[in-house]
């Protein structure tokens, strides 16, 4: 076999296997450009539904710290109640003692 010959046929191997290479590098490209799309869409996905649920944690807050400035009301109340009967009992016990 002359060199000419054997030449053409490394350079027939390297270009097909040059070519094949390339080909599956341009298939992984692909697959990662269609992965970087998904990442990028749950990304999006994934801002939206914290955005809605920072709005809901501070309905929530807000609901809260009405809650507890009338759960204060209602026992500001309840004390002063429990004040006011508690001195009405102590006298009405004395004046109980008092009579007997």
């Known amino acids: ?6 030449m053409d046929i490394f350079f027939i191997v390297t270009t097909v296997v ?10 992984v ?10 990442v990028e869409y749950f990304m999006h996905e994934i801002r939206e539904e914290t955005t809605l ?3 809901d944690i ?5 609901k809260l710290q009405r809650g507890l400035r009338l759960r204060r009301l209602f026992n500001i109340g309840k004390d002063a ?6 001195d ?3 006298k009405s016990k004395k004046d109980d003692a008092g009579r007997s």
């Open 88 to 90: 009405r009992s102590k």
């Open 1 to 6: 076999m002359d060199q000419f010959q054997q």
């Open 53 to 55: 649920l920072r709005g």
């Open 18 to 27: 040059v070519a094949f290479v390339g080909l599956l590098f341009m298939i």
């Open 29 to 38: 490209l692909y697959r990662i450009w269609r992965l970087l799309s998904e």
């Open 81 to 86: 109640f429990t004040e006011f009967t508690r």
């Open 58 to 62: 501070a309905k929530v807050r807000t």
